[in-house]
């Protein structure tokens, strides 16, 4: 095989592999991932000159098909000069042994940086200042583009006298990243799944009170930012000990299923229904202030009583208790739903009412 094969050759397995690391995202800050094409067109450009640097620029968006065609076409262009740039740069210096090779690594980083920070520029805010998310992003382009520098190096001083091992060993790393993302993201998958079950109860697939929880965290937060109040109610069946002592635990559990379909087909698509524990749910109503809240707790108590359920395939008629209470900034989430709680239970004294907790004014009054 004659040299100008071989420099064909490794050009083009050095665009491909540039071209298939931009297709490796790795999660470096909380909700921030970058490819790993920077320091694969680094490479490209340094030891196969700008042609070279200009098409591993170019090929990173060559399996990028969900973006539109426009974008992709800038984002080629703007790849290409990256690669001609560090390229250019490359031929000037000298890069023989180690030495030559950090130096030239080290060149060709800092050239590749300073051309993608400009996505970091144009996301300061108009003060001047970065807020969280994009501190994130410029660590994630720092740690993207500085952390393979030492292999950065050894490729570089690996391909000027044995180039098929060099590109070998670059093909491997890509191998081992391509491995590790895959594992990362079914372990990510896993554990979504997890926390998804956890927040699920088993019997109704309703929420449960770990999900219930994070809904009264974000509620009261967009209460805070200037948004309506939201109900909260505790909802409870009433007589369910004799529904499981007559027709059986499993007509009970029956009973429950339908209980959380039935509210969940009825209410708005923004209300959210939780089981709580036995025959007890909790609704969480957004954009709910203080005169509707009475008739919300009433609409509720008669979705249950107004229509029988079948148990046990016999029509029966389900009655429950509710405890209606504003969620406010007046009081923490835990405060409101204590509260919901104590009228739930004095509702139970009587069955088949709605006690709405009242305004300090008028309680006084």
């Known amino acids: 095989?004659?040299?100008?094969?071989?420099?064909?050759?490794?050009?083009?397995?050095?665009?491909?592999?540039?071209?298939?690391?931009?297709?490796?995202?790795?999660?470096?800050?909380?909700?921030?991932?970058?490819?790993?094409?920077?320091?694969?067109l680094v490479a490209a450009a340094l030891v196969g000159g700008p042609l070279v640097g200009a098409c591993a620029g170019a090929a990173t968006e060559a399996f990028t098909t969900e973006d539109p065609p426009r974008k992709r076409v800038v984002c080629a262009a703007a790849g290409a000069f990256q690669g001609f740039a560090?390229?250019?740069?490359?031929?000037?210096?000298?890069?023989?042994?180690?030495?030559?090779?950090?130096?030239?690594?080290t060149a060709g980083l800092l050239i590749g940086f300073a051309l993608n920070a400009r996505v970091v520029l144009r996301a300061l805010g108009r003060n001047g200042n970065l807020r969280r998310e994009l501190r994130a992003a410029w660590r994630a382009i720092v740690v993207a583009w500085f952390l393979p520098a030492p292999l950065l190096v050894a490729f570089?001083?690996?391909f000027e006298t044995t180039p098929g091992l060099a590109l070998a060993y670059a093909a491997g790393l890509l191998l081992v990243a391509a491995y590790a993302n895959r594992f990362r993201r079914r372990l990510e998958r896993a554990l979504a799944g997890e926390r998804s079950r956890a927040?699920?109860?088993?019997?109704?697939?309703?929420?449960?009170?770990?999900?219930?929880?994070?809904?009264?965290?974000?509620?009261?937060?967009?209460?805070?930012?200037?948004?309506?109040?939201?109900?909260?109610?505790?909802?409870?069946?009433?007589?369910?000990?004799?529904?499981?002592?007559?027709?059986?635990?499993?007509?009970?559990?029956?009973?429950?299923?339908?209980?959380?379909?039935r509210l969940r087909g009825e209410l708005r698509a923004s209300d959210l229904v939780f089981r709580w524990g036995g025959?007890?749910?909790?609704?969480?109503?957004?954009?709910?202030?203080?005169?509707?809240?009475?008739?919300?707790?009433?609409?509720?108590?008669?979705?249950?009583?107004?229509?029988?359920?079948?148990?046990?395939?016999?029509?029966?008629?389900?009655?429950?208790?509710?405890?209606a209470v504003l969620l406010d900034e007046s009081r923490t989430a835990d405060e409101a739903l204590e509260a919901a709680g104590r009228l739930v239970r004095k509702a139970k004294l009587t069955r088949n009412t709605a006690v709405v907790e009242r305004p300090a004014a008028d309680a006084a009054a």
């Not at 560090?86 to 690594?105: D, F, K, P, W």
């Not at 809240?293 to 009583?305: C, H, N, S």
């Open 279 to 323: 025959e007890e749910f909790v609704v969480l109503a957004p954009h709910v202030d203080r005169t509707e809240l009475a008739d919300f707790a009433e609409r509720l108590r008669l979705l249950l009583a107004t229509r029988p359920f079948a148990i046990d395939g016999r029509p029966r008629t389900i009655t429950s208790s509710v405890g």
């Open 86 to 105: 560090i390229g250019l740069v490359g031929e000037q210096l000298s890069h023989r042994g180690v030495s030559g090779a950090v130096v030239l690594a």
């Open 156 to 158: 570089i001083h690996l």
């Open 199 to 261: 927040r699920v109860d088993a019997l109704t697939a309703a929420p449960n009170r770990y999900a219930l929880a994070e809904a009264l965290a974000y509620e009261q937060a967009r209460i805070r930012r200037g948004g309506r109040t939201a109900a909260l109610c505790f909802l409870d069946l009433d007589r369910f000990k004799t529904v499981n002592d007559t027709y059986g635990y499993a007509a009970g559990d029956r009973l429950l299923v339908d209980v959380h379909h």
């Open 1 to 40: 095989m004659t040299a100008l094969d071989t420099g064909v050759a490794a050009a083009i397995v050095l665009v491909a592999l540039t071209a298939l690391a931009e297709q490796l995202n790795v999660v470096v800050a909380r909700r921030t991932r970058v490819s790993l094409s920077g320091p694969f």
